[in-house]
Nanobody
Framework: QAQLVESGGGLVQPGGSLRLSCAAS???????????VGWFRQAPGKEREGPLSISNSAGFEYYEDSVKGRFTTSRDATKNTVYLQMTQLKSEDTAVYYCAASSLYTVRSDLYEHWGQGTQVTVSA
């Protein structure tokens, strides 16, 4: 059972926006305000890439070049949720998007201990 739950994916036209949510399940015991949260994606036929972004409660943020200026993260500690706001979406952003949580603020995907099941984002006219 995934310990993180992503939602908010869907079909959007090029240039459009979506906001993805990453919530810790009630049974997980995970408090996202104590974790760095990274967003990853996997396009059809390709390996998973990322992290596209990383954030933590101290305000540190990282964005991979391909999404810098288009994607932003935010957090709601009261909802134990992290958001990925995606704007100016392109067809090449089509992928399954995953969030993951780590005790470390790191770009190493193998150091993310908790993962979600993914949510599909399709950018198409």
């Amino acid at each position: 059972q995934a310990q993180l739950v992503e939602s908010g994916g869907g079909l959007v036209q090029p240039g459009g926006s979506l906001r993805l949510s990453c919530a810790a399940s009630a049974s997980s015991g995970i408090t996202l305000s104590n974790k760095a949260v990274g967003w990853f994606r996997q396009a059809p036929g390709k390996e998973r890439e990322g992290p596209l972004s990383i954030s933590n409660s101290a305000g540190f943020e990282y964005y991979e070049d391909s999404v810098k200026g288009r994607f932003t993260t935010s957090r709601d500690a009261t909802k134990n949720t992290v958001y990925l706001q995606m704007t100016q979406l392109k067809s090449e952003d089509t992928a399954v998007y995953y969030c993951a949580a780590s005790s470390l603020y790191t770009v190493r995907s193998d150091l993310y201990e908790h993962w979600g099941q993914g949510t599909q984002v399709t950018v198409s006219a």
